[in-house]
């Protein structure tokens, strides 16, 4: 049952013709802006993307993932490229075909993920989608600049939507498939450590996450790839930036170290870990002091976890890049929507510093609109809001049960609600 049964009014209806045509143009105008940026080629596109797809048409598609060091992407999205090499489709149209279809997806779990924390509104879950949707991050993510973010979000949102509806080893699998995606499904891990110090999500689930990992290697093993090579995917890409901030608005657009940064770096990373942990354990601290099991876990802070553990992790991190806060700009939209009120303009501000830094790096679009610390700033506006929201959120203690549902006229006995 959603948290937030016992405060919404009965549910209300909505015209099923009324919002199927607002679907409809919802998604008319969000192909649309896609379509509209679909000839441009960025620099990602024409140096890493494109020059990845020739390789796999050129030696013999799938067979061509016998030997992925071409790429220094898990192999998973190189399959999706490979089905492309045998599909009648321009490089550049397919490519961010991809991610396209994945910001649909990602918008659907945002419609299932609010329309359940907000029952009583049927238009909160479709006002959800479609501005998720619409997020400047995401249309230019897809429609300009063909990335796969929306590839690995999807996954996430979707695992958020498992836990939510007491699914775990489904949860914990669509969180092992986006990490076999993008390393970066890794700033929800504290999310899900916090699940599982709690109750509400078994240890024993964690065994999902690296089974949908390894079994997404498995295709690549069948055609004669290197296991370490795929196992150390990751080590690898962590290596390959120097720089302390790579154009996202993190803490590190404050600071700056010339020289050899490589000590800052890896202290960066200790002090992000210390931090991180020091949050995981004040949340797990604040909902197991009023329940155990994870009963005082509701559905609107589950939430609101995942998009504090989203924006929290990159900020304080060194060596991230703008795209790093994709995440970050869907949940705390997704956040929004379960506590209006409070978080309308958490996103806002979200997007302000993380469309900004994509201008930053995508100059030939539009020109930047602020420097690259007041961008820094105003994601940390955010992120001290929704921690202050979250950690209020926390410490109100268990919310009444809902009130049970009038029986209807055929039954003979009342039923208390579900709880």
């Known amino acids: ?31 649309a802006a896609r379509v509209f940026l679909l000839p441009g080629e960025s620099a990602d596109y024409r140096i890493f993307l494109r020059p990845w797809y020739q390789h796999i048409a050129g030696h013999g598609g799938f067979a061509a993932l016998a030997d992925p060091g071409f790429s220094d992407y898990n192999v998973p999205y190189l ?81 958020i939507h498992q836990v939510l509806c007491h699914r775990p080893w489904w949860a914990c699998a669509f969180f092992g498939i986006a990490l076999a995606f993008k390393f970066q499904a890794v700033f929800l891990f ?11 999500v078994p240890w024993r689930s964690l065994l999902a996450v690296p089974a949908a990992y390894l079994a997404l290697a498995a295709p690549a093993l069948a055609l004669g790839a290197d296991p370490w090579r795929l196992l150390t995917v990751y080590a690898r890409q962590t290596n390959t930036y120097r720089l302390l901030s790579v154009n996202a608005p993190s803490v590190y657009e404050f600071v700056s170290v010339p020289g050899d940064t490589d000590a800052v770096r890896g202290a960066g990373v200790l002090i992000a870990g210390a931090l991180v942990v020091l949050l995981s354990a004040a949340a797990v601290w604040s909902l197991r002091r009023a329940r155990p099991g994870g009963q005082h876990l509701t559905d609107t802070r589950i939430v609101l976890l995942a998009a504090c ?21 869907v949940l705390t939209a997704v956040a929004a929507f379960a506590l209006p009120r409070r978080l309308w303009y958490v996103p806002v501000l979200v997007q302000l510093a993380s469309f900004g830094s994509y201008l930053k790096c995508n100059s030939a679009v539009l020109a930047p609109y602020l420097s690259m610390p007041a961008h820094g700033a105003l994601m940390l506006l955010a992120l001290l809001a929704l921690v202050r929201t979250t950690t209020r ?19 003979t006995t009342a039923e208390p609600a579900p709880v």
């Open 309 to 329: 553990s989203a924006t929290v992790v990159p900020f304080l991190l060194p060596s991230m890049h703008e795209r790093y806060f994709y995440v970050a700009d």
């Open 190 to 200: 504290p999310f899900l450590l916090v699940l599982v110090l709690v109750g509400r």
């Open 393 to 411: 959120e926390l410490r109100r203690g268990p919310q009444a049960p809902a009130v049970p549902a009038r029986p209807s006229a055929d039954r």
């Open 1 to 31: 049952m959603p948290d937030t049964a016992a405060e919404e009014p009965r549910p209300r209806t909505a015209d099923p013709t009324v919002k199927a045509l607002a679907a409809y143009t919802v998604v008319a105008v969000a192909l």
């Open 79 to 159: 399959y999706l490229l490979a089905a492309l090499t045998y599909l009648p489709v321009p490089a550049l149209t397919g490519i961010k075909a991809i991610s396209v279809l994945a910001d649909l997806a990602m918008a659907y779990y945002a419609l299932r993920i609010v329309a359940r924390l907000r029952p009583a509104h049927p238009w909160a879950g479709f006002g959800a989608a479609a501005v998720v949707l619409l997020l400047p991050t995401v249309v230019t993510n897809s429609g300009w600049w063909g990335q796969c973010d929306a590839v690995y979000a999807v996954f996430l949102v979707g695992g």
